[in-house]
């Protein structure tokens, strides 16, 4: 568990970046995930698709960004 791994509270996370090439669910991936751990309601999240592999590395980018705007959070990509 990654939450237990790094003892971050869920609810300090404020950036979620999510990917899947393979499909596009609804609801979305990013919003299963904020309510399976309780992350909090003002989460800012990203779902990427239909990008293949390289989206791996635009998430990464992208929460760089947005760390950069919003400090003293935590983001998981």
């Known amino acids: 568990n990654l939450f237990a791994n790094t ?3 869920p ?6 970046v999510v990917n899947c090439s393979i499909f596009c ?8 995930i904020v309510n399976k751990y309780k992350l909090r ?8 698709g239909g990008m293949g592999c390289s989206a791996s590395v635009i998430g990464v980018d992208l929460a760089k960004d947005m ?6 959070t935590y983001a998981v990509v």
């Open 67 to 72: 760390l950069l705007l919003h400090r003293n």
């Open 41 to 48: 309601s003002n989460i800012r999240t990203f779902n990427l």
């Open 7 to 9: 003892n971050v509270d």
């Open 25 to 32: 669910p609804t609801p979305s991936l990013s919003a299963m």
């Open 11 to 16: 609810k300090d996370v404020g950036i979620l």
